[in-house]
């Protein structure tokens, strides 16, 4: 009998540690997420001078000058459906020099929703589209990220040069909702 009940207390006890050991409590909490809206731009570096230098032989027009040594760097979150521009502008008094024109072509790295060059633009005072179709996309900010600009100061009309003319000139940029 004594082993019975020493039986029976040790089955019990085991039930016991097993009920313990089994035993669990969970609690939960919400979390909430939002993706803000997002709307960043930079530029890297300026392009070097450009300078309509003597062409080859007498006679030849004289070659147009380019750099393509600067990028846009842009990180964009848009809602579904819609898309953002890039555009570029140069300032009320800015101008290239006479008998020239200064053109920009911003081609974007290829990046998933990067958006699409616009093609090539002849620099104004009114703001015109060098990317768009830009979607959620961040170009990264290394070296050769974002999107290349290729200037061009065009000669126009070598009639209208004038040797030793100067200008400086400020490009704006902004990235903002398509339309």
């Not at 929703?113 to 179709?133: P, R």
């Amino acid at each position: 009998m004594k082993f019975f009940k020493q039986t029976v207390l040790g089955m019990v006890l085991a039930a016991l540690a097993v009920g313990l050991v089994g035993a669990a409590a969970t609690t939960s909490h919400s979390v909430q997420m939002q993706v803000r809206e997002i709307c960043l731009l930079g530029v890297t570096g300026a392009p070097a001078a450009l300078a309509i230098n003597p062409p080859a032989a007498g006679g030849q027009t004289p070659a147009n000058a380019a750099d393509n040594s600067t990028y846009l760097l842009y990180t964009s979150t848009v809602v579904v459906g819609k898309s953002r521009v890039i555009t570029a502008a140069w300032g009320a008094s800015d101008a290239a020099p006479a008998g020239c024109s200064l053109k920009l072509t911003a081609t974007p790295g290829g990046g998933a929703n990067q958006g699409a060059s616009a093609g090539q633009i002849t620099m104004a005072t009114t703001a015109k589209n060098i990317v768009t179709t830009i979607k959620s996309c961040a170009t990264g900010s290394a070296a050769g990220n974002g999107a290349r600009l290729a200037y061009v100061l065009s000669v126009d009309d070598v009639t209208a040069l004038v040797a030793n003319e100067s200008k400086t000139v400020t490009i704006t940029f902004t990235l903002t909702d398509a339309a």
